[in-house]
């Protein structure tokens, strides 16, 4: 399983937005789960938001709520992270990755994971940058 950020990162004022897009391929199958991780300079890598492998579901870093929206297209092996609303504080690269682990938000009770633990294949960052 491979997964690759096709495009969406750049250069955006405050209050603007991107959309990033991560392509999954070598697996047959939909259920895998998909996370957004971004990472600034000398900060720790933090997940951003992930979408689980079985029921769709979805969960947040409490920074990004209300602004960014995760989805996914299966027809296209594709994950999306919509960011609206951009802050200079989102500057960072942002890595999308993937785990065949199966993720329900049922059995998790709405929480699935989402760290660096969670996640198996990871793609190459691109970057974002938000000026003020």
């Known amino acids: 399983l491979r997964c690759s950020c096709r495009r969406g990162g750049g250069l955006v004022q405050a209050g603007g937005s991107l959309r990033l897009s991560c392509a999954v391929s070598g697996i047959t199958w939909d259920h895998y789960a998909v996370g957004w991780f971004r990472q600034a300079p000398g900060k720790k890598r933090e997940g951003v938001s992930c979408i689980g492998s079985i029921d769709g579901s979805t969960r947040y870093a409490d920074s990004v709520k209300g602004r960014f929206t995760i989805s996914r297209d299966n027809t296209k092996n594709t994950v999306y992270l919509q960011m609206n609303s951009l802050k200079p504080e989102d500057s960072a690269s942002y890595y999308c990755?993937?785990?065949?682990?199966?993720?329900?938000?049922?059995?998790?009770?709405?929480?699935?994971?989402?760290?660096?633990?969670?996640?198996?294949?990871w793609g190459k960052g691109t970057q974002v940058t938000v000026s003020s």
């Open positions: 990755a993937a785990t065949v682990r199966l993720y329900s938000g049922s059995y998790y009770g709405g929480k699935i994971p989402c760290g660096d633990y969670a996640m198996d294949y």
